[in-house]
């Protein structure tokens, strides 16, 4: 069973930025595609970023490509998303998500999830 706790959420002006972190319990973290999910109110959970097992290539969703950047430290077992010039529309949940060995850009491929951090842009 893995356990990913979120942290660093919070409220920001547009154009600011903030920066995410997911600790992850599993000791083979290194192994795990390690990607970042939101959810707006009465919207579906969208993809935004994934880092690979794979010597941590990336891919990105459009909306936050050139503003959010995906980092990890396997040592650490902790993914890092920093977040810069904000948008409101970028407001929802943000969540954490990890996958063994396999690159995905769909929710439903993820194994295990963290419970969430809010992340609110005022304009």
């Known amino acids: 069973q893995v356990q990913l706790v979120e942290s660093g959420g919070g409220v920001v002006q547009a154009g600011g930025s903030l920066r995410l972190s997911c600790a992850a319990s599993?000791?083979?973290?290194?192994?795990?595609?390690m990607g970042w999910f939101r959810q707006a109110p009465g919207k579906e959970r969208e993809f935004v970023v994934y880092i690979s097992w794979r010597g941590g290539s990336t891919y990105y969703a459009d909306s936050v490509k050139g503003r959010f950047t995906i980092s990890r430290d396997n040592a650490k077992r902790t993914v890092y998303l920093q977040m810069n010039s904000l948008k409101p529309e970028d407001t929802a949940v943000y969540y954490c998500?990890?996958?063994?060995?396999?690159?995905?850009?769909?929710?439903?491929?993820?194994?295990?999830w963290g419970q969430g951090t809010q992340v609110t842009v005022s304009s």
């Open positions: 998500a990890a996958n063994y060995n396999s690159d995905y850009a769909i929710a439903a491929e993820y194994d295990y």
């Open positions: 599993v000791l083979t973290f290194s192994g795990y595609t």
